[in-house]
């Protein structure tokens, strides 16, 4: 009985995953095998890392139950920093760029959660969407709203180096960092705090956990992410570009959703996410593929969205409902 | 005796974990008053969310008018003339009385709202139930007695022939309560049957015209009012003896654990000042809103306060917030449960061990055999009644919740507990393991603090008992004086002196 369970609920946290891989299979045969080429299979893996590393990044902040709308714009400042700091200051020191991407991220990322927690500006909506434009003006405005080129090979690396000439390293490092987001979500105190704090935010404050400096480290870490994100976007492009990730941030949330994760904080964890990242990725390469417009791969990415948590909410009435019929029935036998 | 209006035959309700209702037959005939009580946990919220189609029964069967129905969802109990007033009233306070009895049922002339008739009818219809009141009113300006009355409107509006009240004088004053009742027997006149659940029993005796006792889900007496007494109802609701209720032991009173000087908060806090020992409960008690709980969160540093000082075992403390006053060896069991105590999806093992995360680990790191072992140990300790470590916390009954949220606290290592509301919401048999933690408490020489409205229990489990109205302290009774009664207690509760 109780392995049954077990191996119900295995099944369960695989649903994403089992999407995902109908949406594969679907796609393989449209394509007529194009999709799941061995070549386009990389690319996959080249286009995932930028929508994965800054959904984990939200991830946090979802658990929370709040939300980073700035996402997009806090990869665009801290990539059009770094390339300000190349250009204008002639450092051409990768591990100084690498320093000054991942600070300026994560450090705008932390001014929302200050925002939120300090100014007590009352839903993380107002603090970010007010980010959201500050640091997209100002990478618009320190780069005379011009793309940066000509980083260092240091800079690029992650996003062009490739493991035998074909697996991209980038994706690799997306994977190491999801393990490392997994241990830390699942086994530290932090990361206990993010769910508790996620699950009840008035029990988690009268537990004596300071529930500011927890937040203010989630938002962190979004920026943190955006900006890893950003620094594998300068090696895809060898750029930094004012308007980088326009749509980041929705991709980032539609991961986390179509991962599980919800929208009421509590509940959601890496790998869902990760699916997440790859149901958008593969929908983006499929129809391109496929020759199908961008506006209609709007349509179907939110349509995906949709679907997704709708599915999420029929799981949850049915595991209601079986557990319901399995006590029942055990206490009619007793 | 009027005719049979509604009747549940069998029924049998289950819920992860627990019987709510089993084989549970009950009846309701048109214009009487139908008292229904049994402890908390004993199914009445479920017959009652059976009753409004909220809830499906798994076996058993309805009968409305004689013939049998499924109420499937609210809708058609609406339609079966079934309404229900809820403990939570369901006021939109922004919107006027006739907005708010129209809610949902808007009657339109053309595709305008027609004002004219509705404000007409809500006029009509809040003057029977004896309120004459401008309809256009925001509800947020009324009372809770008068809201409570738009409420009941609602039901008038949709024709219902029976109506269910949960609990409705909790909240009301005096007054308020005896408008209410004026307004039941205005009901019971019409022929609309009514069902009162209540935890009072005076007011159950003053209204009802027969009373159901109920007890773990299961159907135990029906009787006139006339045929039972106090005792009788109460030995049906609790199935043993009074004298069981309270066990309180009485520990050797040790040095000041607490002093508190010149609490101020302003409009709600006036210079409280008390001091509470080792060894001892200390007993709050006092109206809603005497300004014990907002003493007790000052002193946690839950809420900011204007001024006052914390002494603990003589040292002069500063806590600003929740977690400066865990450091300092307080815990903090709030009234709200479900609001403020629990995380209700994380598991029983995260609620356990949710105030000590940072003792709880070795370089960040959580310490899952330490929780493994010490979560047994306290499920074991304070008889936890849940299937795993695992199991969500929201999914236990209320008890076993309880002891889950003292858990947590007794594992800070805490020495002074403050418990508000301990026993709120959860049934005769935890409520005696509560009290049983803090007479272990009290015994290890611990400070225990309980904030109680029930009196029996203050008096029942307090060496001291402290009485507070209006943000102010009235005074200080102990165990062995001669004013150590429910009357005194009232008395100075209401602003009167003692003697």
Redesign the interface.
């Known amino acids: 009985m109780k392995e049954k369970n077990g191996i119900k609920s295995i099944i369960g946290k695989m649903g994403p995953l089992v999407a995902l891989i109908v949406v594969v299979i679907g796609l393989a045969i449209a394509t007529g095998g194009k999709f799941v080429a061995v070549n386009n299979l990389m690319n996959i893996l080249r286009q995932t890392p930028i929508i994965a590393l800054m959904a984990v990044g939200m991830l946090c902040v979802i658990l929370l139950g709040g939300i980073d709308l700035s996402a997009g714009s806090l990869l665009a400042i801290a990539i059009c920093c770094t390339g300000v700091v190349m250009k204008k200051f002639g450092i051409n020191n990768s591990f100084v760029l690498f320093i000054v991407c991942i600070g300026i991220g994560t450090l705008a990322g932390a001014v929302n959660g200050i925002l939120l927690t300090k100014l007590k500006l009352p839903h993380p909506f107002i603090a970010t969407l007010g980010m959201k434009n500050i640091c997209r003006g100002l990478a618009l405005l320190i780069t005379g709203a011009t793309a940066i080129a000509g980083f260092p090979k240091g800079m690029t690396f992650v996003g062009t180096t490739n493991i035998g000439g074909k697996f991209p390293i980038s994706f690799v490092l997306t994977v190491l960092l999801f393990v490392v987001m997994h241990i830390f979500l699942t ?4 990361g ?2 993010i ?2 704090f996620g ?2 935010k ?9 529930t500011d400096n927890v937040q203010i480290f989630c938002y962190a870490a979004s920026g943190f992410f955006c900006a890893v994100a950003g620094i594998v976007y300068i090696g895809r492009l060898n750029s930094a570009v004012p308007l980088a990730s326009l749509e980041g941030d929705l991709d980032a949330i539609a991961s986390c959703i179509i991962g599980g994760a919800s929208f009421a904080g ?2 959601g964890n890496v790998w869902g996410t990760l699916v997440g990242a790859f149901m958008i990725a593969v929908i983006r390469n499929g129809c391109d593929l496929l020759g199908v417009s961008s506006d209609l791969q709007q349509i179907v990415i939110g349509a995906v969205i949709i679907v997704a948590v709708y599915i999420d909410v029929l799981r949850g009435q049915m595991d209601a409902k079986a ?2 019929l399995a ?2 029935k055990s ?1 009619e036998t007793a | 005796m009027g005719k049979l209006m509604m009747e549940l035959k069998n029924v049998t309700k289950y819920f992860p974990g627990v019987v709510a209702l089993n084989d549970m037959s009950f009846q309701v005939r048109a214009g009487e008053v139908h008292g229904l009580i049994g402890e908390n946990g004993a199914g009445k919220s479920t017959l009652i969310k059976v009753f409004t189609g909220v809830n499906q029964p798994e076996k058993g069967e309805i009968f409305v008018d004689g013939k049998p129905v499924t109420l499937g969802n609210p809708n058609i109990a609406k339609q079966a003339g079934i309404g229900c007033i809820y403990q939570e009233l369901n006021i939109v306070p922004d919107l006027s009385i006739t907005d708010n009895l129209f809610i949902n049922y808007y009657k339109k002339k053309g595709v305008l709202l027609d004002y004219g008739y509705m404000h007409k009818k809500a006029a009509e219809i809040m003057s029977q139930l004896g309120q004459d009141i401008d309809p256009k009113t925001l509800c947020g300006k009324l009372g809770l007695g008068v809201q409570q009355m738009v409420e009941i409107g609602k039901s008038i509006l949709s024709e219902a022939r029976l109506i269910i009240m949960d609990e409705p004088t909790s909240s009301l004053s005096n007054n308020e309560v005896i408008q209410l009742m004026k307004t039941i027997r205005i009901l019971k006149e019409k022929g609309i049957a009514i069902v009162f659940v209540s935890h009072k029993l005076e007011e159950i005796f003053e209204i009802c015209d027969c009373i159901t006792v109920m007890r773990d889900g299961q159907h135990i007496s029906t009787k006139p009012v006339e045929q039972v007494t106090h005792d009788s109802l109460i030995a049906d609701m609790v199935g043993r003896s009074l004298d069981d209720l309270f066990p309180k032991q009485v520990s050797a009173k040790r040095e000041e654990f607490l002093r508190v000087e010149h609490l101020n908060s302003i409009g709600v806090l006036k210079d409280v000042s008390f001091k509470a020992y080792g060894g001892q409960v200390l007993g709050f008690a006092g109206l809603v809103g005497a300004g014990r709980t907002e003493t007790m969160r000052a002193i946690f540093g839950a809420d900011e306060i204007d001024g006052g000082d914390l002494y603990i075992k003589g040292k002069k403390v500063d806590v600003k917030q929740p977690r400066d006053a865990i450091h300092n060896k307080v815990a903090f069991l709030t009234e709200d449960r479900k609001g403020e105590g629990l995380i209700l999806d994380a598991s029983v093992k995260n609620n356990l061990f949710l105030a000590t995360i940072d003792k709880d680990s070795n370089y960040g790191f959580l310490d899952q055999k330490k929780y493994e072992a010490q979560g047994k140990e306290n499920v074991a300790t304070y008889k936890i009644k849940t299937p795993t470590l695992e199991t969500p916390a929201g999914t236990l009954s209320g008890g076993n919740q309880q002891k889950v949220v003292i858990a947590k606290w007794v594992n800070t290592e805490a020495e002074i507990y403050i418990f508000d509301e301990p026993t709120r919401g959860i049934d005769v048999g935890a409520k005696i393991e509560v009290y049983n933690v803090m007479n272990k408490l009290c015994k290890e020489g611990k400070c225990v603090i309980m904030v109680s409205s029930e009196l029996p229990e203050v008096l029942g489990m307090s060496d001291r008992v402290i009485v507070m109205r209006e943000g102010k302290i009235m005074g200080e009774i102990d165990r062995d004086s001669e004013h150590f009664n429910q009357e005194d207690i009232m008395k100075a509760a209401w602003g009167g002196k003692l003697a």
Do not use: D, H, Q, V
Request: charged residues 25%.
């Open positions: 086994y530290t105190g932090l206990r705090k769910y508790s699950g009840n008035e029990a988690a404050r009268l537990a004596g956990i300071n509590g509940k557990k319901r006590i029942a206490l």
